[in-house]
């Protein structure tokens, strides 16, 4: 019984101990993205805009037909089941509330945040932050800064992305395939959004985005000097970010819905 | 005034190494030191340690006078700039290309992706046989061009103290001329330097003090060289 009360107390101090060193990390990070020391501001700048294409545009591809395809399931569900009345409300409420943020987080994570891992793990593991080091510049600067802000504005960008083309994608690819009624549709979606519902959305988007770009540094730092140990960090970071998402995206919910 | 002195200072062992142990070491302006260890792992180790790239058990770390803590990374990038670091460990960034590889520090330093390499290091590149492959990734180039931009890149910090391990390897035998063109030019401009070598000839003409690691202890002799020989 020791034993077991004992393992349980470790995992949950090294749980506790974990995410302590994530705020912490976050913490060091923000603090880096707010001062913006003068030197290294181009260069950083540059790596920002190729953060953005890469987990930003490159995801266009794969966000736009996604976002359609549930869109219009979502549309179609709630339209059978509520005989058209009020269905373009609760599409709007469950894409633009919960739909949006989790499966924009889950295509950034599954894309960019293992991209993110690996590429941090191999520089760490091959000595490539400690080349950076020796020239005098900061590893977490000019690797996690740019990150943050690429990772976190391109997420709030996709998820803005991915509402508007699965409600008005789905509500087309409805209105062309189906003979369900959509008269009062887009009516009823511009009085269903409301501030809050933009406000709580993009406060999703932003925390996910730190959240998910934050682990991932973290355990591409965190690696020590075995090329085996990437895929194990990989495969850690993207459960963790995932599971970070789920639980801030439903704390925000039951905090500005209930 | 010493550039680097390190007192009470303890690596822990590492790989194959016996690690060492309270050592008391210091380097001045026109000092070149050959280390001999009984074990390659401690000489590297050691090399580390001067780079601040190794942090010690025990003991304080002085550069230029100023002591570093050594648990703040922040405050070590100062001194590590001014470190030249030619060794097996050293890298490319993957991501960059050569040129910017070489270059990364000055768009750093000085806040503009518009430089591009000096006449000097356009020579050097050339020297070196990279000058073809400046805008390629380090993938594309084999290992020995590798190491050449890498030589390059240290050498364009303008670096206050070098420390090279085994550099005939790195730079190649076949340029064997130019690494001693290299020291030389080192010598001139008293800078100190650092190396491990297995090549007696590099020890014999440009050592004037030996680092001795055996058994977990470190001592420094001074080495007289014959007259005239230069």
């Given at each position: 019984m020791e034993r077991v009360t004992g393992y349980i107390g470790r995992k949950a101090i090294n749980s506790i101990n974990h995410i302590l060193d994530l705020f912490a990390f976050a913490y060091r990070i923000l603090v880096l993205a707010v001062l913006r020391p003068k030197s290294g501001r181009t260069l950083i700048g540059r790596v920002i805009i190729q953060q953005l294409y890469f987990t930003a545009v490159q995801a266009l591809p794969v966000i736009l037909p996604i976002a359609l395809l549930v869109g219009s399931a979502i549309i179609i569900q709630f339209a059978k089941l509520s005989g058209q009345y009020d269905f373009g409300r609760v599409s709007v409420l469950l894409i633009v509330r919960e739909v949006g943020p989790i499966v924009t987080a889950m295509i950034v994570i599954l894309r960019s945040a293992t991209a993110v891992t690996i590429e941090v793990s191999y520089m760490r593991v091959l000595h490539e932050l400690d080349a950076m080091e020796m020239s005098g510049l900061d590893p977490v600067r000019i690797v996690c800064v740019p990150r943050l802000?690429?990772?976190?504005?391109?997420?709030?960008?996709?998820?803005?992305?991915?509402?508007?083309?699965?409600?008005?994608?789905?509500?087309?690819?409805?209105?062309?395939?189906?003979?369900?009624?959509?008269a009062s549709f887009l009516f009823q979606i511009a009085k269903a959004i409301t501030l809050a519902d933009i406000a709580v959305g993009i406060i999703k988007a932003l925390l996910f985005g730190v959240t998910i770009t934050v682990t991932c540094l973290y355990r591409g730092f965190e690696m020590k000097r075995q090329i085996t140990e990437v895929p194990v960090a990989t495969s850690r970071s993207s459960i963790e970010c995932f599971l970070y998402c789920l639980i801030i995206n439903a704390f925000i919910s039951i905090i500005f819905y209930l | 005034m010493y550039l680097i002195?390190?007192?009470?200072?303890?690596?822990?062992?590492?790989?194959?190494?016996?690690?060492?142990?309270?050592?008391?070491?210091?380097?001045?302006?026109?000092?070149?030191?050959?280390?001999?260890?009984?074990?390659?792992?401690?000489?590297?180790?050691?090399?580390?340690?001067?780079?601040?790239?190794?942090?010690?058990?025990?003991?304080?770390?002085?550069?230029?006078?100023?002591?570093?803590?050594?648990?703040?990374?922040?405050?070590?990038?100062?001194?590590?700039?001014?470190?030249?670091?030619?060794?097996?460990?050293?890298?490319?960034?993957?991501?960059?290309?050569?040129?910017?590889?070489?270059?990364?520090?000055?768009?750093?330093?000085?806040?503009?992706?518009?430089?591009?390499?000096?006449?000097?290091?356009?020579?050097?590149?050339?020297?070196?046989?990279?000058?073809?492959?400046?805008?390629?990734?380090?993938?594309?180039?084999?290992?020995?061009?590798?190491?050449?931009?890498?030589?390059?890149?240290?050498?364009?910090?303008?670096?206050?103290?070098?420390?090279?391990?085994?550099?005939?390897?790195?730079?190649?035998?076949?340029?064997?001329?130019?690494l001693v063109q290299m020291f030389n030019d080192w010598i001139d401009q008293r800078k100190p330097v650092v190396f491990v070598s297995f090549d007696r000839r590099l020890i014999r003409r440009f050592a004037t003090r030996k680092i001795l690691i055996t058994n977990g202890t470190l001592t420094t002799v001074d080495v007289k060289r014959p007259m005239g020989d230069d």
């Open positions: 802000v690429g990772i976190t504005s391109a997420l709030l960008g996709l998820f803005i992305v991915f509402d508007l083309v699965s409600i008005f994608g789905g509500y087309a690819i409805v209105w062309l395939l189906t003979y369900i009624p959509m | 002195e390190m007192s009470d200072y303890t690596l822990a062992p590492t790989g194959s190494g016996f690690g060492i142990k309270g050592f008391y070491f210091a380097l001045s302006a026109g000092d070149v030191c050959a280390i001999e260890a009984q074990n390659p792992d401690d000489a590297h180790h050691f090399l580390r340690a001067l780079a601040t790239l190794a942090y010690p058990s025990t003991g304080t770390f002085r550069f230029k006078g100023r002591r570093l803590n050594l648990k703040n990374y922040k405050e070590l990038l100062s001194c590590k700039k001014k470190v030249g670091y030619i060794a097996p460990d050293a890298a490319l960034i993957s991501n960059l290309t050569v040129r910017q590889n070489i270059l990364i520090h000055r768009y750093y330093f000085e806040n503009d992706l518009t430089i591009d390499l000096d006449d000097k290091m356009n020579s050097m590149c050339d020297n070196f046989g990279v000058c073809q492959k400046l805008d390629r990734r380090p993938a594309d180039l084999n290992s020995m061009e590798q190491q050449m931009a890498i030589v390059i890149r240290e050498i364009s910090k303008g670096p206050e103290v070098l420390l090279l391990d085994r550099p005939e390897d790195f730079i190649g035998h076949a340029k064997f001329d130019m």
